[in-house]
């Protein structure tokens, strides 16, 4: 079994750079959406770009409980997860990370 400071610090590298991607992704979107201004889609020497504008309507359950506190209690549901935060306590560590 890998040594569970290794499996740490990879999980650690990893969500960073998903995080870094995802930053990078909605730029590159937004430089998309940009350039094409008021177009629904625009055509370049190798794409074909479609842009759709989609609306949803979610409900305000901040507002909902507040109106009505006791529907919480009807009508709520009550997840679970689990989160993982991991700080590095020795100077090794701390140099590598």
Do not use: C, Q, W
């Not at 609306?55 to 006791?70: E, G, I, K, N």
């Amino acid at each position: 079994m890998e040594n569970i400071n290794s499996i740490i610090l990879e999980y650690l590298s990893e969500t960073e750079k998903r995080k870094a991607a995802e930053k990078r992704e909605k730029a590159l979107k937004d430089l998309i959406i940009a350039y094409a201004g008021n177009l629904d889609n625009f055509t370049t020497d190798i794409y074909t770009v479609v842009i759709k504008t989609t609306t949803s309507s979610r409900l305000d359950t901040v507002a909902l409980y507040h109106d009505f506190p006791d529907i919480k209690e009807t009508y709520g549901r009550t997840t679970t997860s689990k989160s993982i935060t991991a700080v590095a306590t020795s100077s090794a560590a701390k140099k590598t990370a």
